[in-house]
Every structure is written in C-alpha cells, then in structure tokens.
T-cell receptor, first 114, second 116 residues
Framework: AQTVTQSQPEMSVQEAETVTLSCTYDTSESDYYLFWYKQPPSRQMILVIRQEAYKQQNATENRFSVNFQKAAKSFSLKISDSQLGDAAMYFCAYTHNAGNMLTFGGGTRLMVKP | DTAVSQTPKYLVTQMGNDKSIKCEQNLGHDTMYWYKQDSKKFLKIMFSYNNKELIINETVPNRFSPKSPDKAHLNLHINSLELGDSAVYFC???????????????FGPGTRLLVL
C-alpha cells in the first residue's frame, strides 16, 4: 500500500522569507501523480500544485514550486516570498494511474510571522 | 457558481440518529469521492463513484452508505451515528474515470459532523 509521510507537523516562516515543506512517499508504481493541497482555517481544500511522476521538470505555480526527487521518493514544496495568507495546513497527496483515490500525508501546519 | 457544494456545512446530532450529507458538483466531472478528516486532521478516502457506480469502498462500516442519483450528485447516508463518526466529511470530484489517473480533485467546503 502507498504511504505518504510529512515529517514536520509544524513550521514557521517570517513574512517575505522562503520555507520548504517536506514530503516522502512509498510506492511500487512507476506512473503516479503528486499534489500539494492547502487547507486554511476556512477548511476548504485548495490545490496548490500538481506533479506528474514521468515529468522530470519540477512543477511551479507562481511563488510555489516543488523539488521532485523520484529516486528518493521525495516531493518537497517551496514557498517563496511568504505571505500572511499562506498560513494554513498543507497536505501532500499521492495517486497512481490505475485509480484515483488520494492518499494524504498527515499535514504540516505553516505559520507566517509578520 | 460554486464548483463542489455540500449541505449542510454543520451538523450536530445525537448518537443513534440517522443523517445525510448532500454533495453536488457543476463541473461536469465523472468521478466523485467522499473523504473523512478526523480530529487530528488526517484525511482518508471513504468512497469513490464513477458515473453513478461504486469504484472504491475502503474499510468503512456499512452504517455509511453512499448514493449517487446521477453523476453530478453523491450523497452520504449515515445510520446509527456513533461518537467516533464526529469528523469533517469532504466531497470531491475529478474529471476522469477509473482508467485515467492523476486528475486533479476539487473539494467541497466540508461538513463538520458532531455526534453528541
């Protein structure tokens, strides 16, 4: 069974600084997809970024980028120029090609200090 | 304009009662899901439906029964509610069917269920 691990229950960053959230996963599949979702206090789950395992290029979305290391099964999220609105729970998630269920990590709570 | 909606947003009820949570998506997606988020924020898949057919049914007690009247709706019925059912329940949808993996899932706002 696939597992997703987020080893940092909490992180904090100063406004305008950069922070990296860690995620590792375990799978025997070769074709799969990885996601980062953000859950602010409103509890809405918001997609931050998506990565296809067959693509070597790291995905980026504005201030958000990933460091995808397939051999190491690592998928970290970098947030640049952190803003107060980035404060939220961040979840790493995995799905493989044969089914669509998401397997989530335990989440990292990000605090942004003004 | 809402993509995935759930009703109600909050549900407080007594142990032993039966309740339903409704979910609707207007994205034209083929697949819908129910996830449960427990008090420690851990999210886990419960059910997945593709075009009104059950695809995934994780080890969920049979007190939980999903019903999909059409591909835009997936409702969750819970019988004989227990204290441990207290959680946030999220509905989600994605474009592809079972054969297409990796489609982004869009989540509803969640329903916070509190069983007293």
């Amino acid at each position: 069974a696939q597992t997703v691990t987020q080893s940092q229950p909490e992180m904090s960053v100063q406004e305008a600084e950069t922070v990296t959230l860690s995620c590792t996963y375990d799978t025997s599949e070769s074709d799969y997809y990885l996601f980062w979702y953000k859950q602010p206090p409103s509890r809405q789950m918001i997609l931050v970024i998506r990565q296809e395992a067959y693509k070597q290029q790291n995905a980026t979305e504005n201030r958000f980028s990933v460091n995808f290391q397939k051999a190491a099964k690592s998928f970290s999220l970098k947030i640049s120029d952190s803003q107060l609105g980035d404060a939220a729970m961040y979840f790493c998630a995995y799905t493989h090609n044969a089914g669509n269920m998401l397997t989530f990590g335990g989440g990292t709570r990000l605090m942004v200090k003004p | 304009d809402t993509a995935v909606s759930q009703t109600p947003k909050y549900l407080v009820t007594q142990m032993g009662n039966d309740k339903s949570i409704k979910c609707e998506q207007n994205l034209g997606h083929d697949t819908m899901y129910w996830y449960k988020q427990d008090s420690k924020k851990f999210l886990k898949i419960m059910f997945s439906y593709n075009n009104k057919e059950l695809i995934i049914n994780e080890t969920v007690p049979n007190r939980f029964s999903p019903k999909s009247p059409d591909k835009a709706h997936l409702n969750l019925h819970i019988n004989s509610l227990e204290l441990g059912d207290s959680a946030v329940y999220f509905c989600a949808s994605s474009h592809g069917g079972q054969a297409s993996g990796g489609e982004t899932q869009y989540f509803g706002p969640g329903t916070r269920l509190l069983v007293l």
